[in-house]
């Protein structure tokens, strides 16, 4: 009897769990920043079109469009953070805070496609206190960013190599498309690692010494690493890395 109210409570618990995941997802900008990956890859290809053949530029967009549609995007990413979060309430509650709130805010607007663009070259150089340094030298080895900084960016690429394999069969077959992408992953991290700190001291150059230092607590606490250890998976799924888009229309 008691591991039936055990197996009883275990169901009447996934729905709010789902709801929590759900809340998570739009509180700490997820949707947001999928659709700035959106404008990201669109402008890609727009770069793409005068370079390429009209074919294979045809087949770069038709690739990526079936990659990253938004839902299938989302659907993924969702089911592996599900998978791999064991308790969404502790990230919940604090990018419900107002400086949960804030530092979504700040990252929005990063990557925005017109700061993007308006930081093509380059971000300035921020001047920062040795207490302030050190606060997002802490961040920047609790976050995720340069990770999935390299996963952005060869999810990217990976379409332009999916597409031309698509259209050559055997050009880059045998896994040696994906080899190549797998060979750039620690270099691009490394040169993303090389510019991360003042990275974060523009995108959260608003935030106060103690604010940052609250945020650096709840990366570096058990509840902060379970979620951006989920979050970076669910990047990673939700982009498919690894999978060529053959395989996602299965």
């Known amino acids: 009897m008691r591991r039936l109210f055990l197996l009883l409570m275990m169901f009447c618990t996934l729905p709010a ?66 998978n791999t979060l064991p308790d969404p309430v502790p990230a919940l509650t604090f990018f419900q805070s107002p400086l949960g709130r804030r530092i979504v805010a700040a990252e929005l607007l990063a990557t925005r496609r017109d700061q993007l663009a308006k930081h093509a070259q380059g971000l300035p150089r921020i001047e920062a206190s040795a207490t302030r340094q050190l606060l997002i ?14 996963e952005v ?4 690429a990976g379409v332009a190599a999916d597409s031309l394999s698509s259209m050559i069969p055997g050009l880059l077959g045998g896994g040696q498309a994906q080899g190549m992408l797998d060979g750039q992953r620690q270099r691009l991290m490394e040169q993303i690692a090389g510019e991360l700190d ?34 970076l998976a669910a990047i990673r799924a939700g982009l498919a890395v690894g999978q060529s888009t053959s395989s996602l229309a299965q």
Request: aromatic fraction near 12%; glycine fraction near 2%; avoid cysteine.
């Open 17 to 82: 769990w789902a709801d929590n995941l759900d809340d998570l997802f739009t509180t700490a900008g997820w949707p947001e920043q999928r659709a700035h990956f959106v404008d990201a890859l669109t402008a890609a290809q727009e770069r793409y079109r005068n370079n390429l053949p009209p074919a294979v530029y045809q087949a770069l967009v038709n690739n990526s469009n079936q990659r990253f549609a938004p839902d299938a995007m989302d659907r993924r990413a969702k089911e592996k953070m599900r």
């Open 137 to 150: 030298n802490h961040l920047s080895r609790a976050l995720p960013a340069r990770e999935a900084g390299a």
């Open 198 to 231: 003042n990275t974060l001291l523009y995108v959260y150059r608003d935030l106060s010494d103690p604010e940052l230092e609250e945020f650096v607590t709840f990366a570096e606490s058990p509840d902060g690493k379970a979620y951006y250890l989920a979050a």
């Open 153 to 156: 960016t060869l999810a990217i």
